[in-house]
């Protein structure tokens, strides 16, 4: 079985990304198809199966290659039954994944939220380093996370732990979140926040070169205000300086509950690189415990797009009988 | 083996509390013994072991009864050697705890930190009520938690999870913390908190009944303001409303990331009872998630001053080789 392989999938609103992973996570091969959300989704427990066979017999392999499937997927799940209550870009309503896709393809199947398998995928193979205590950030539309403590994801009462993009950053007043609250740290530190305080502040600041921007492209993104701030103009770093202030904020109270060995950070955004992590270091450690703030590590994520699918055969080779294979990280 | 007892020990700086205590969690008989802090507290696991001997006698039992001891104290501790880094109430440095109780003892050892274990203490047998997802919040003096995530105490890298207490609430200008930082929910909603606010508004609210208790007693508890409060005093009641608020943040941002089944509140400051939990209930919904707001249990703490011997008495359990128990909650 020590050259069995795992499936990983990474089921998003227009591609499900799948892989062929080893047992030491070393992906194989990898390949996209498109989602089908067609009625409402039911066809995609049969196109992966679908994908899966015919990218066996390209490999002149057979399915007794396989030892398990893993899934990272949208929305709200019950993670042990594999079920899901409801996936607003699939189309899926109370769907029972996990038994659909365990018919199709006579594999067992393990299911979680894909920001969480994204941060599995992370600690097992990327910035995560084999870290059991882990804070993963993702910062891309909206703010996602990951908690792993103990080397397990955090789930909570109702699979909504690990939601840190509606931690509330300011308490009144802030702007409204899709979430129905306002002032949640989605608002600030998304690319959609970053966008949305820097084009708010631009009025006061016929100055900053990011005016040509606004004039040029019609609008201002979050990596026109990194490339502004990096290139030193003074009004793009004030904005990544607020974004820092509260996300730095957020970060430090996180870990006074959580205590982690890294901060791993994600997400289109992380791509700002060190425009971004030295401001957003320095507030961090304004506000962590002291022994908190010299002990945490703070890295940008290092998958990418295959966090997913590594994350994915992760929970597949975890939740395998324990003959087939040992659970180290 | 079955009607094995656990001993459980809960370390103060002024007494130790010890306990036999059955597999299913009933206390058999309950003590205290003084602290002996002299020469940094080496004499304390001697104390134990003949605490333990002489109470064993006075049942008619013999070391045979007794399966393994847990214990909770404060302090930094490397939990897995049962190593005490630095405890300043007792003055341990760098005390091998676990060894040295083990060597006197001849009994399995297990230690934890005593917001953990009094955390652990709730979730077994008080208002926890075997919930695997849990927060505790205890307002004292200072404010403590433990945080119970998938049935295990979240410890984090250096032991420093569930430090609730230094949380930022007030990011700029607020009141300096014992750890070195300002604005910690510690330095607003503990008891000390708590009074700092009232005798500090004090000055602006002639008319507050709380004046008398000021001038009778010369300091104000955060007991007189929840009194006053409920009395209908309306300063006492804006200074609950404010901690309330501050609280009510904090435990709401808390759960967007753990998603508990409940949160327990306890310490002294939950003598307070409804007068606390209703407007601190109020304030986390308001920025809770929705989701999380509406499942979410709110209980004060029901074990008291025998959550941490319970408590031990668990970490001992679970700990025990596991064909002496089974790990149930």
Request: aromatic residues 6%; charged residues 20%; negative net charge.
């Amino acid at each position: 079985m020590t050259n069995s392989w795992l499936v990983g999938a990474d089921i998003g609103g227009t591609t499900i990304k799948l892989a062929f992973i080893t047992l030491e996570g070393e992906i194989v091969t990898k390949w996209e198809i498109p989602t089908n959300t067609e009625e409402s989704g039911i066809l995609i427990p049969n196109e992966i199966a679908k994908a899966i066979q015919e990218k066996l017999k390209k490999l002149n392999e057979t399915n007794e290659k396989l030892m398990a499937i893993g899934v990272g997927a949208p929305g709200f799940i019950e993670m042990d039954a594999g079920f899901i209550y409801e996936s607003v870009n699939i189309g899926w309503k109370d769907f029972a994944l996990k038994d659909q896709l365990e018919k199709v393809t006579g594999l067992p199947v393990t299911i979680d939220n894909d920001a969480n398998v994204a941060a599995l995928g992370e600690m097992w193979k990327g910035a995560g380093d084999g870290a059991s205590d882990l804070l993963c950030v993702t910062l891309g539309t909206g703010v996602g996370g990951g908690i792993i403590s103990n080397g397990q994801i955090v789930h909570g009462i109702n699979g909504m732990a690990g939601e840190i993009g509606h931690i509330t950053a300011v308490a009144e007043n802030g702007a409204p979140c899709n979430c129905g609250k306002t002032g949640c740290i989605e608002t600030i530190a998304s690319a959609t926040g970053i966008k949305r305080i820097a084009e708010t502040g631009l009025l006061y600041h016929p100055e900053s070169r990011l005016q040509a921007t606004l004039i040029k492209e019609g609008s201002i993104s979050s990596k026109d205000v990194f490339e502004a701030a990096e290139a030193g103009d003074e009004y793009a770093q004030q904005v990544v300086e607020k974004v820092s202030f509260h996300l730095g904020l957020v970060i430090a109270n996180l870990t006074s509950s959580l205590n982690p060995k890294k901060i791993v950070i994600g997400g289109g955004v992380s791509k700002a690189g060190e425009t971004l992590l030295l401001p957003l270091k320095e507030q961090f450690r304004r506000f962590a415990i002291g022994r908190i703030a010299t002990s945490t590590e703070f890295e940008v994520a290092t998958l990418g797009n295959d966090a997913g699918v590594i994350g994915a055969a992760w929970i597949a080779k975890i939740s395998a009988p324990s003959n087939f294979t040992q659970h180290t990280v």
